[in-house]
Nanobody, 121 residues
């Protein structure tokens, strides 16, 4: 069982920066990949960025060059550095962990509770 807690959201002006954190327990080492997703009012949840246990990253086209995902194994935390924010980045941001069980190779997904990011114009 993995628990995820997001933090770091808030209100920022367009062009500003925020850093979101996703703290995993009991350990980040059991997680094969961690991703950030977002959901704006009236829209479907969409993929933002992901990072594997090996450090490979992937981004949505809309955030490339502005958002950076990283992980700190010592702190069991994945970060999303958000620069040059735009009003269209306003959404609730969710962290998702994907775990592949070692023997049965079952894929399990875990979600955090989300953190609100609001970008004013």
């Amino acid at each position: 069982q993995v628990q995820l807690v997001e933090s770091g959201g808030g209100l920022v002006q367009a062009g500003g920066s925020l850093r979101l954190s996703c703290a995993a327990s009991p350990s980040i080492f059991s997680i094969n990949a961690t991703g950030w997703y977002r959901q704006a009012p009236g829209k479907q949840r969409e993929f933002v960025a992901a990072i594997t246990s090996g450090g490979s990253t992937n981004y949505a086209d809309s955030v490339k060059g502005r958002l950076t995902i990283s992980r700190d194994n010592a702190k069991n935390t994945v970060y999303l550095q958000m620069n040059s924010l735009k009003p269209e980045d306003t959404a609730v941001y969710y962290c998702k962990a994907v775990v592949v069980t070692p023997i049965s190779r079952e894929i399990r997904e875990y979600w955090g509770q989300g953190t609100q990011v609001t970008v004013s114009s």
